[in-house]
């Protein structure tokens, strides 16, 4: 950090206690020569000179976290991976940036800032100090679109114009060597000072429209120490174009045997590069194909109910608490509750699942999803941003900008690969002319512009980030969300998945399947006053034996949640404790009457719930969840692929072994405790390396963050989506097989386009640099070593589209056998 004061916001200051702890914290981080906060407007200011993660690290550690917020820019001019690096170099020497990732794929910067330190406006201005163009990034997709559409519009121009010109030049220059005698006649007609002058005419024009672009953007850079992609193909055009100037204009200056003309090869190098660009540019438009998609299900407008007329409204001026009508086959336009009519919505882009759901009063609807063939009516629950499209799209627009660790290996050479570039450009020109034989001026030109032109970091700097908006645009097209980007990487190396049971395996709707009384009790009296006792429990368990019960419910006169136990209640004057096995073991219970009915029930994949009433072990009760559909194909496949798989449940061990039997699990933790299941995922990793855990409750958020990968189900709650890092957007566990399968893809596709860009330069820098000239008498023509950039770009590109093919890992899963229902007295 600069030894300029910097200010920011400071989160948990409640009184002057807090501003004093969190100032000392600050003033002990070495290099602070000052620090001060300011408990009325939170606000903390800081001189010295030390890294702002420094000071957010201190403030985390004292207690008092420095509020972090997010900065999006939208940069033009980048054109390679050392124009990222320059920009992210130039973004995080700003006082108060925390990170920096900048994609050129998507010619975006993400930028995570301590809150009140820096505005967007200044973080653009340094990008532009840098040499580029940037702005804060809007929410109006359409005028980013408009901007994209105007800037391909420009690249094709350009390549026409650069074409025409360059077109007339080609064919004079290499016409002959397809029609012998064609140059001969050209010059004893003309004369070979016309011919050159009227190239150097064209080729000075399409250096100074079209070609303009490398230059004001490569040379600016060039003074500045920082060349990038366009300084090296501003330099290659200028010395092909110099050099021939001089062969026209002051031809004694060259020995007569290096008095020639390379206009043609600067004219057709930027005519390539343009159509390297204009072919990239519109790869990286399909690209975002998926989130284009997925913003294209949002309608444009709603018909809304205002002071009992509907009327029609653009969609963004809906608000929650609106009465939105939607007729049949129409879209609905935000998430809300269902007031009036029945119908099936089409939720496919939710679930996945091609069949529509009945929805009626007191259903929810999603923006985004087809009403089917009735009208109904809904009131707007969420609008905007907090719709389930919205928060979709921004899962998927996170993802695609993240920076993966297989990328440092390109973000390390980039940094110093073009002036490495031009440093070879340079050694090739002097061993050439010191040691190249006649015309040793010419062929060390020829092979200095080849090194300058063929070198691409533009591949290096495309070969990450493409991969990553594919992979992730087509993972939500499957159903797979990675809420952070960097967990493709991170489950690829997993060793083992782990799978929470209830709602997550299986359906979470369990019902009682099950009674086994006590001898002397009324079996429909104690199901009811256990039903009164759970009726304020938001546990699956108790819905279903809530269900179960036939009688009216009595409020209970008491009720206390023991965590991970049960529950204990007073009921009609009786004291209940409802529970596991250890519930009934800690309150000192004898179990025996009843201990083979419980391990009958536990046998039977059942999930066994005792019930002692005023001291005394009374019932026991067996409920069923069903295992969801393809759960089994879900296990053999993840067993196919090498992985190892486990069930970590509360349920009963005899339970919880039934239901691994049943899918073909292989390990087995039980009875954990919801605090137990992090130190279960612990357990895992140490036996068997990298976990992924999928969960879909708020008891999995320990371990959902715990484990290397935490995948949840979309259907659970909001607690566990937020801890995971990779969402199924159904509940679909084929979901996991997806995610692992397009993880190994997209790295897979990655490490090819890596390959393909250091190989190429690898290869091609010492071709062009003139090392087949020994055995061949050949020099790479510097047209050639253009083309030959340009295609390199557009093959990373193209590889990185296959993505959008990717065919899903799953078929459709198996058809669920219909449950059964046993009665025991």
């Known amino acids: ?23 000392k914290a600050l003033a002990a981080v070495p290099g602070v020569s000052d620090a001060s906060v300011n408990l009325a407007n939170r606000m903390a200011t800081v001189t010295g000179d030390t890294g702002s993660s420094t000071l957010r690290d201190a403030l985390a550690k004292a207690g008092y976290p420095a509020r972090e917020s997010r900065v999006t820019l939208g940069i033009e001019g980048m054109s390679c991976a050392s124009c990222v690096a320059r920009v992210e170099k130039a973004l995080n020497a700003v006082p108060g940036v925390l990170a920096a990732h900048v994609n050129l794929a998507t010619e975006t910067a993400d930028v ?41 519009r420009a690249l094709k121009r350009d390549l026409i114009v650069a074409a025409a010109l360059t077109l007339p030049v080609f064919l004079v220059e290499m016409g002959g060597h397809l029609i012998p005698g064609l140059h001969m006649r050209l010059m004893e007609s003309i004369g070979q000072t016309t011919l050159w ?13 079209p070609g303009r672009r490398f230059y004001r953007v490569g040379v600016p850079l060039l003074f500045k120490g920082a060349p990038d992609m366009n300084t090296l193909v501003a330099l290659g055009t200028a010395a092909a174009w110099g050099y021939s100037t001089v062969a026209l204009l002051l031809p004694g200056v060259l020995p007569e045997a290096a008095r020639a ?10 005519a390539l590069i343009l159509l390297g660009r204009f072919l990239e540019a519109r790869a990286k438009g399909r690209t975002g194909a998926a989130i284009r998609k997925l913003i294209g299900l949002r309608p444009d407008t709603a018909r809304v109910d205002r002071g009992g007329t509907v009327i029609e409204l653009p969609t963004a001026e809906v608000q929650p608490g609106d009465v939105v009508h939607v007729r049949p086959g129409e879209r609905i336009a935000v998430d809300g509750e269902v007031l009036t009519g029945d119908s099936r919505i089409d939720e496919s882009m939710i679930s996945g699942e ?7 009063p007191g259903d929810m609807v999603t923006g985004g999803t087809v009403n089917g063939g009735s009208a109904i009516s809904f009131r707007a629950t969420a609008v905007g941003s907090d719709t389930m499209l919205a928060r979709i799209v921004a899962m998927v627009e996170q993802a695609q900008g993240a920076r993966l660790p297989i990328q440092a290996l390109a973000d390390r050479v980039v940094t110093w690969f073009v002036p490495a570039v031009m440093g070879v450009a340079a050694l090739t020109f002097l061993a050439w002319l010191a040691l190249g034989p006649s015309p040793a001026l010419t062929h060390a ?5 080849s090194v300058l032109i063929i070198a691409c970091p533009c591949a290096m700097g495309l070969a990450t980030p493409t991969s990553i908006m594919v992979g992730t645009g087509r993972a939500a097209e499957l159903g797979v969300l990675f809420r952070k980007g960097d967990a493709l990487q991170r489950l690829e190396a997993t060793g083992i998945v782990a799978f929470d049971k ?18 002397g009790v009324d079996e429909a009296a104690l199901l009811t006053r256990v039903a009164s006792a759970e009726q304020g429990s938001e546990h699956p368990i108790a819905r279903a034996l809530e269900q179960a019960a036939e009688g009216p419910l009595v409020q209970p006169a008491s009720v206390e949640a023991i965590a991970g136990h049960g529950l204990a209640a007073e009921v009609d004057g009786r004291r209940l404790l409802i529970g596991a096995a250890r519930l009934m073991t800690r309150e000192a219970i004898d179990i025996a009457p009843l201990a083979a009915a419980h391990d009958e029930v536990a046998k039977a994949g059942q999930t066994p719930v005792l019930v002692a009433e005023d001291g005394r072990i009374v019932a026991v009760f067996g409920i069923a969840d069903a295992v969801k559909p393809g759960a089994r194909a879900v296990v053999a496949a993840l067993h196919e692929q090498g992985l190892r798989t486990a069930l970590i449940t509360g349920d009963t061990v005899a339970t919880a072994q039934a239901i691994a039997a049943q899918l073909g699990i292989d390990h087995v933790e039980a009875e954990v405790l919801p605090e137990g299941k992090l130190d279960a995922v612990k357990r895992l990793r140490a036996a068997h390396g990298p976990v992924a855990f999928v969960g879909d409750g708020i008891n999995d958020a320990p371990a959902l963050a715990e484990a290397e990968v935490g995948i949840a189900i979309g259907t659970g709650t909001d607690i566990a989506i937020e801890s995971a890092d990779v969402v199924l957007r159904s509940g679909d566990p084929r979901g996991v097989v997806e995610a692992l399968h397009l993880s190994r893809a997209v790295l897979r596709n990655i490490r090819q386009n890596l390959g393909w860009a250091f190989g190429y330069n690898v290869a091609l820098i010492p071709v062009a640099a003139g090392a087949l000239y020994p055995a061949t008498g050949m020099l790479l023509s510097p047209m050639l070593a253009a083309g030959a950039m340009a295609l390199s770009s557009v093959f990373v590109l193209s590889n990185a589209l296959r993505l959008r093919r990717l065919a899903p890992a799953l078929a459709q899963p198996e058809s669920a056998a219909p449950a059964t229902k046993e009665s025991l007295a």
């Open 1 to 23: 950090m600069a030894s300029d004061a910097i200010r920011f916001e400071v989160t948990g200051l409640n009184c002057g206690g807090c501003a004093g702890r969190a100032q």
């Open 112 to 152: 995570t800032v301590l809150a009140g330190s820096s505005d967007p406006a200044e973080l653009a201005r340094v990008v532009t100090e840098a040499g580029y163009t940037a702005r804060p990034a809007g929410d109006d997709s359409a005028e980013v679109a408009a901007r994209k559409d105007a800037e391909g």
């Open 197 to 209: 002058a009227f190239e150097f005419l064209l080729i000075t024009t399409v250096l100074a429209v």
């Open 261 to 270: 003309v390379y206009f043609e090869a600067a004219g057709v190098i930027v």
């Open 354 to 360: 091609p069949v529509p759901v009945r929805k009626g």
């Open 445 to 449: 030109l020829v092979a200095a512009v």
């Open 502 to 519: 209830t709602g997550t395996l299986t359906e979470g709707r369990p019902s009682l399947v099950r009674i086994v009384t006590a001898e």
